[in-house]
Each structure stands twice: as structure tokens, then as C-alpha cells.
């Protein structure tokens, strides 16, 4: 189990930041903004820690971030953010010639991924090294702990936050040994390949280790109940799923304000054009079954009654990262008078996200060093699918953070 180390050097506190896709689009913005925020090069734009809201909590500070994580791709971080460059336009190659020297750094700490049962559309994106999968079950979960304590070890770092940014899985049946403990660790050690997916390896290794985990992916097996469990047992905060970036950002906004005003909405029709390698995975029907089920629930949630919804997900190769949603609301008021609502969301999938991910490995570094275990509820505003709870409205869960933070506050 990795536990909280001695302070780094000079008495400060070091946090790593282990990404799951950590060469991935988002991963590589990530790294890219905490990299360019250490060296005072970009300002804090799109971060909560950055606000007044948390002044005078004891974060970690960017150039205390240590980042590494577990990949498919043999590439480079220079590379990848390079690729996100020409493709979106978001990191400027000046910027990635003046982080040359930290992007090798963080290349030193990236390990290969696992595919196991991974499903055709992601192991399409593997290099052909990464596709050998003759170690069992128990050998890969081994694998995965040695990489997380090495990696705190080598930095001697306070504490490892595991971050899930990898592609969306196709959903898995939850069957007997996804609900204990004891039957899920049986099925590896009988090396049940078809019970498991990247994802269920990867967060259990993170619960063993003690690692907190935040499931930022909408692969709805992850935080299976025995997944649940293994947190649990080693008092370990976690959180998911599915970040909250673009037009269900809105939707959760959005929506209560028909609420409010008690019109009634009749259907709401919404069409998302994606590309880049979250699209082309999505373009795979069993990998868009996951990421629809975390969108289409949202509307029936907060305005309590059943009402015509539609989400499209559609590739669009050219679009890159720059995702496009338009939707249409019908609705109804008094006499029966029907009218209706559009609108459109453009923006950079990574640049919404990147910032979400930073404030969160900050705030639940923060709660594990105050003995919060189990879900953190209170961070429900940063995803579709709050694991742990069924509030959907952005407004009741934005008081939800306040209130929490009013506590952390009380206790500093």
C-alpha cells in the first residue's frame, strides 16, 4: 500500500499525478498547463483552486506536481503535444520547445498500458508492442502496483492521485465477482480475462496502493461494488464518473431553469460531432453505448418527469478536438403555447477538461490528507454520473461544493 511519505526537498510536500491515457490528448494538455502554470508562462484560467472560493487552502503547488502514468502508445509527451498543437491549435510549439526539458521528465515515468479485454476500438490505437497479453491476471495487477510504488518511492512524494483519462470501454455485464471483494480477487487469480477490463485493473491496483482514484471516463464497470470495497478496505477517497465539460455541462445548467420557471419540457434533442481518438473510439457502437448512458439520464433526473430525448454522437475525422453540440428544446407554457430554444457549445474537449482534473487531484489530495475515505460525493459537479448520488442539477451540486469547502475551511 503506498502511504504518505516524508516531505520532498527543502520540507515541501510533492504530489504525483499517475494518468491512466497519459499520453492521450487531454493528459498531454494537462501536463502541458501544469507545466507552463509552474514556470508563471499561463495564467490559472478554468481552475476552481485558483479562486477566491479556496484562498488559503494548502494545495499543492504546480511545480510540485509530479506527473507519470500507464499508455498504450510508444510516443513521447513532446510528440504528443506537438500532435494536440497542429491538431487544435492549443499548445503552441514555442511552448513546447520551452518545456522540452520537463516533458522528458515526465517521459521517464510513463509505463505501458494494459489491453485485456479492452475491446477492438482501443486496441486499434495500441502500437503492436503493447499487445502482448501473456501475463495473467494477477502478474499485470502486480505490474501496476510495482509501477505506482516505484514511482512514489524514486520522488519521494507525499502522496499518489490516480487519474483515469483513458477511452471509453464497452460496457461489461456486472456479474457475481464484480459485487465482493473476495469473489473479484478469485476471478483474477483464475485468470477470468472476460471478467475484467483496463479500467477494473487499473482502479483496483490504485485501491490496493492506497492511491485516491478519480474516474474522469464514462466505462461504467469501473467502480464496480467489489471495486467499491477494495477503496473501502484501504481507507482510500475516489470519485466518478464521466468529466463534465461541453453540452451536458450545459444541460445540467440549463435544465433547472425550466424547473424554476414550471415549463414543461416536451423533448430535447442533442447531437455532438466529435474527432480525434475519443471520437474514432466512439464511432464504435459498443464503446458509445457507455458514453450515452452517462448523458441521457441527466434530463429526467432534475426535471422529474419522463419526457423525448435524444443524444447523437457522431465522428467527424477533421474536427479534431474542437467538439461541436447543437440541441433543441421544445417546451410548453401557459395555454399550451408551445415554444422552443436552441443552442450551440463549440469548444477544445482538453482545454475544458485539463483544468477540472488539476482542481480535483488537488481537492481530494486535500481530503485524504484530512482521512476522508470512500466517495467523494461533493465533487459532484464535476461529472455526468456522481457516483454515490443521483442529483443531477449543477446548481444543487455547486452548494454541495460550497458547503464542503466551508468545512475543509472550518478545519485548517
Known sequence: MVKSS?????????????????????????????LALAKRLRKPIGLLTETDFFEG???????????????????????????????????????????GRDFRKVDKEIRPGILVNAGKAIRALAD???????????EMVDGLRSDLREFRESHNLDR??????????????????????????????SNKHKLVRPSLLYAYAAAKEGCPFIHFTPSEATLAPA???????????????????????????????????????????GYNLLGDRDGKVLSEAENLDSKIQ???????????????????????PSLGDQKTAWDFIHFEGLLGHRM??????????????????LDMVRLISHAASTGATGPQSWLACFFKRPFGQDEDDLHRQWHQLEEHAARMRSQL
Open 160 to 189: 499518489v492521485i490516480v487519474v483515469n483519462l483513458g477511452s471509453t470501454e464497452p460496457p461489461l455485464r456486472l456479474v457475481g465477482a464484480h459485487k465482493k471483494l473476495a469473489r473479484f480477487e478469485d476471478a483474477l487469480q
Open 57 to 99: 487552502f494548502p494545495f499543492a503547488r504546480f511545480e510540485d506536481l509530479v506527473f507519470g502514468g500507464h499508455d498504450i502508445r510508444d510516443t513521447t509527451t513532446r510528440a504528443a503535444a506537438l500532435e494536440v498543437g497542429e491538431d487544435s491549435g492549443t499548445i503552441p510549439p514555442e511552448l513546447v520547445q520551452v518545456l
Open 227 to 269: 471495486l467499491v470495497e477494495a477503496f473501502a478496505e484501504t481507507g482510500t477517497p475516489f470519485m466518478g464518473r464521466d468529466g463534465k465539460t461541453g453540452e451536458t455541462l450545459v444541460k445540467s445548467a440549463l435544465a433547472p431553469m425550466f424547473k424554476y420557471r414550471n415549463l414543461k419540457v416536451l423533448s430535447w434533442q
Open 128 to 138: 503492436a508492442e503493447y499487445l502482448d497479453e501473456e501475463r495473467s491476471l494477477v
Open 340 to 357: 422552443s430554444m436552441q443552442f450551440t457549445w463549440q469548444g477544445c474537449d482538453a482545454v475544458l477538461a485539463a483544468p477540472l482534473v
Open 6 to 34: 516524508k516531505k520532498g526537498p527543502r520540507g515541501r510536500k510533492r504530489l504525483g499525478v499517475w494518468l491512466i491515457g497519459a499520453r492521450g490528448g487531454l493528459a498531454t494538455t494537462l501536463i502541458t498547463g501544469s
Open 294 to 316: 452517462t448523458k441521457d439520464s441527466l434530463l429526467q433526473n432534475i426535471l422529474g418527469y419522463p419526457l423525448h430525448t435524444h443524444v447523437g454522437i457522431d465522428y467527424v
